[in-house]
């Protein structure tokens, strides 16, 4: 990408260190936190720019101490403002053996995308 392109906003791309689909104007990965390119001015942006938290939810879940093991999937289903489902997703699964816990949070990070 050129630094004078412009990016139109909400276009993709895939982070070359995890693989996850993030935003282009990204310069750090949401998903695992590495550097995309080296642009120290794009970095000093991404860590100034205001964002905000739109949704913070965290629940937990154990398996009490007896029974047979549970298994589990953590999906997220994301739906417009009609109601559509326009994505989703199994982000996890897994096991639970006796007194085992496990702890999910789903946030949604709102921001401006960096001024072209």
Not at 4 to 15: D, I, N
Not at 35 to 41: A, G
Not at 91 to 104: F, K, P
Request: aromatic content about 6%.
């Amino acid at each position: 990408m050129s630094p004078g392109r412009a990016t139109a906003y909400g276009k993709t791309r895939v982070c070359p260190h995890c693989k996850s689909t993030i935003l282009e104007s990204a310069s750090i990965c949401p998903a695992c936190k590495h550097h995309l390119r080296f642009d120290p001015k794009a970095v000093a942006e991404q860590r100034a720019k205001a964002t905000f938290s739109a949704l913070r939810v965290e629940g937990a879940f154990r398996h009490p101490a007896e029974g047979e093991p549970w298994e589990y999937s953590i999906v997220i289903s994301v739906r417009n403002d009609r109601g559509e489902e326009v994505e989703r997703k199994v982000v996890g699964v897994g096991a639970l053996n006796l007194n085992e816990g496990r702890t999910v949070t789903l946030s949604v990070d709102v921001y401006k995308p960096p001024e072209k």
